[in-house]
């Protein structure tokens, strides 16, 4: 999926200042943005996240996921670094939609797990895509990253579409009581290395 350069803007956070800029889905119309702190276009390896939508964890704080404490701990360490990119991803419930993923956590609360909840719907375990990390991280010249993630298939499908990954980054944080399974099972049935 291509996507066209829209907007950018000073974005001061509790992370210190970064630059957002909106990128938009000429086909269907969907939204994503970037974070961007430093200097990232000077060819030099850039310390990056790619994070799919989560309002649950990332709005609402829930603890069924680790998505929200992933992207605070994600723009800590960029503000640490003082640069580095975070492309946040309207894919929301790995790809399936807020109002689905609500269905997906009622399966869950009657003993479902992740995988086995989007399955029930009718749903592939993960259907995010991520050819769009393409133009994105071009229009910031970016081509080489050091991804953030415990998710081989992010590594996989950055490298795909032409962005190579010198160095994967743990980002292990946010497990708590009540996503113990939800861990396990992106471990066990999905391959995350954690």
Do not use: W
């Not at 970037?34 to 996240?49: F, H, I, K």
């Not at 680790?66 to 360490?77: T, V």
């Not at 399936?96 to 609360?109: E, F």
Request: glycine share 10%; proline share 4%; hydrophobic share 35%.
């Amino acid at each position: 999926m291509s996507v066209d350069f829209v907007a950018s803007s000073r974005l001061p956070t509790r992370h210190g200042q970064f630059t957002i800029h909106a990128f938009e889905e000429p086909q269907t119309r969907q939204e994503h943005v970037a974070l961007s702190m430093g200097d990232v276009g000077n060819g030099e390896p850039v310390l990056m996240r790619i994070h799919s939508e989560c309002l649950t964890g990332d709005g609402f704080g829930s603890l069924r996921c680790d998505c929200g404490p992933q992207l605070e701990a994600a723009m800590a360490k960029v503000a640490a670094e003082g640069r580095g990119v975070i492309l946040y991803l309207r894919q929301e419930g790995r790809g399936i939609g807020l109002v689905n993923k609500v269905r997906a956590y009622q399966l869950q609360d009657q003993g479902a797990d992740t995988v086995e909840a989007n399955e029930q719907l009718g749903f592939a375990p993960d259907l995010r895509e991520y050819s769009m990390c393409e133009d994105m991280l071009r229009h910031l010249g970016v081509s080489c990253v050091r991804l953030m993630t415990n998710n081989p298939l992010k590594v996989e499908a950055l490298e795909k579409h032409g962005i190579r990954v010198v160095e994967r980054v743990p980002l292990m944080t946010g497990r708590n009581p009540h996503n113990d399974q939800y861990l396990d099972t992106k471990q066990e049935k999905m391959g995350h290395l954690l």
